[in-house]
């Protein structure tokens, strides 16, 4: 009775996939084949120092113990006259055997052929990263010889959990990695975002995934990072101010803050603000990670380059356009000249305090086009906006120059809901100098004695207001005024803070002069 014949490919010998089941179960009593030319690159990226070359070696002496034991009939390495997949197909005819893979796009490919293939991969129903995740799992964080790891929480308020004290084996590791990347070849829902030898970048459904491979990370590592909630604006208790001016007048908009803080969050919501808004949107991202309707179409980089990308968006003409994580010089030449030939752009910035989103585009544009290029920031910090400047650019002497020959163009940039100027920026020489400023907002005409308005928030929730004059002004007594006339005095909490009935008639009276642009706040003792 002749043996069965099985010829294995690449990936069977890298994964050791026949050490486990199914694998070590089909191979009983079988004849095993190796084209060899698997086996000289094997040896070549063994000699080369390649670890799973030299696991792969391993397997084959592996083999030819069990062949010693009786366990399998004979382990033969076979010259062939083509290359790849037509090496398989070839040597799977001419010894009437079978090919045993664990790649799907092999498994296809072969079949398609007319050959003859065992898959020993995993399954579409098996898919172990699900199992790591709960219902308040940011992310987590696996590498082989430490235990997994998990955020959890929401942005701004996450702490890491140890998901088990056991230090997660090679093997385990390599499995639910190969489990990704197989997912990622054939599912609709999948695809492989961005690919750098050992390092990957996957898009499955809603989880952005990040698998590492030694030599470029020091063991397989995996990150998994998926979205916990889709908001809208309306989430954010936006000012009235603010509402107004996204919707009628910005459009160079920089949305910043640090790493985790809930940028991409905001931008997908803004995104489908503007699109119930009747705006046709766009987005430039890799990886593709914003949570949009199907209405707002994403791309990536065209024949890898974002110009590429731009070139094509400029023949598009879409309204605004959503360009995440911004960090390459190049990036920001695309921003500016997407924004210059009259787009609607938002760029979504890393950055540590809301000035630096600006400076980030000092010597990347001149500074007198700026302010056309870049009107409003929104700094995101643990999920919540804590800072909006909005530019512009005049001609003045610079804050502390009191030579009038020195005026120059300057631009200024403001806090956007108290109009307050907190830095000019103008050029000194060579040098571009960015000077903070201090309480040089415009003055109105106030009572005789009243200083610059102090800056704050207005925060409204259901059935109150709170406005927010910061910690710095705990248990103050402030007096309000609407122009130039007094709303009341009152007392600010131990978090600076003071919350009004909405319906009450102070609480109407604040209400009406922050949608005029007229409040202003300062301190009982400069009333």
Not at 394 to 406: E, Y
Not at 452 to 468: E, G
């Amino acid at each position: 009775m002749s043996k069965e014949v099985l010829v294995i490919s690449k990936d069977v010998l890298l994964r050791a996939l026949l050490r486990y089941e199914p694998g070590k179960s089909i191979i009983k009593d079988s004849v095993i084949v190796i084209p060899s030319e698997i086996m000289s690159q094997i040896e070549d990226r063994a000699s080369q120092g390649d670890r799973f070359s030299i696991g792969a070696i391993t397997e084959v002496v592996w083999l030819r113990d069990l062949e010693k034991e009786g366990y399998i009939s004979k382990v033969s390495i076979e010259h062939h006259q083509s290359r790849g997949l037509n090496a398989l197909a070839e040597l799977a005819e001419k010894m009437k055997g079978k090919v045993i893979t664990g790649d799907r796009v092999v498994t296809l490919s072969l079949r398609a052929r007319g050959v003859d293939v065992i898959y020993i991969g995993p399954e579409y129903g098996e898919f172990r990263l699900y199992n790591f995740f709960d219902e308040s799992t940011m992310s987590i964080h696996l590498k082989e010889g430490a235990p997994p790891m998990a955020k959890k929480g929401r942005p701004g308020e996450f702490h890491l959990v140890k998901l088990s004290d056991n230090p997660m084996e090679e093997y385990e590791v390599r499995t639910i990695a190969y489990e990704v990347l197989e997912r990622a070849k054939t599912d609709p829902n999948a695809f492989i975002e961005v690919k750098y030898g050992d390092a990957y970048i996957i898009q499955l459904e809603d989880f952005r995934i990040l698998v590492a491979f030694p030599p470029f990370s020091d063991g397989i590592e995996i990150t998994a990072v998926r979205p916990l909630v889709k908001v809208t604006l309306d989430d954010y208790e936006l000012s009235d101010k603010l509402k107004r001016r996204l919707r009628e007048r910005a459009e160079g908009i920089l949305i910043a803050g640090p790493p985790g803080a809930g940028k991409t969050t905001f931008a997908s919501a803004l995104a489908e603000f503007y699109r119930a808004g009747g705006k046709i949107v766009k987005t430039i991202e890799s990886p593709r990670d914003l949570q949009v309707g199907p209405e707002v179409t994403q791309y990536g980089r065209l024949a890898g380059s974002f110009e590429n990308t731009a070139d094509l968006l400029l023949l598009v003409r879409p309204d605004y356009v959503i360009f995440d994580e911004m960090r390459k010089t190049q990036d920001f030449k695309i921003f500016v000249d997407m924004r210059l030939a009259g787009i609607g752009m938002v760029g979504v910035i890393h950055c540590g305090f809301p000035i630096e989103a600006i400076q980030r585009f000092i010597g990347r544009v001149d500074l007198g086009v700026l302010p056309h290029v870049v009107d409003t920031v929104i700094f995101i910090k643990d999920g919540r906006i804590q800072k909006v400047y909005s530019l512009k650019i005049t001609v003045k002497m610079p804050a502390g120059m009191k030579d009038v020959s020195l005026a120059r163009p300057v631009v200024l940039v403001r806090d956007f809901e108290t109009d307050s100027v907190e830095y000019e920026i103008y050029t000194f020489g060579d040098e571009v100098v960015v000077m903070p400023v201090r309480g040089r907002g415009p003055r109105h005409e106030l009572p005789e004695g009243v200083e610059a308005p102090i800056r704050y928030r207005l925060r409204k929730r259901k059935h109150t207001i709170i406005l927010d004059l910061g910690p710095e002004l705990a248990e103050t007594e402030v007096t309000l005024y609407s122009g130039n006339r007094e709303i009341a005095t009152l007392m600010t909490d131990a978090k600076g803070k003071i919350t009004l009935a909405k319906s009450s008639p102070i609480g109407r009276r604040i209400v009406e002069a922050v949608k005029s642009d007229s409040l202003r706040v300062v301190p009982r003792e400069e009333s």
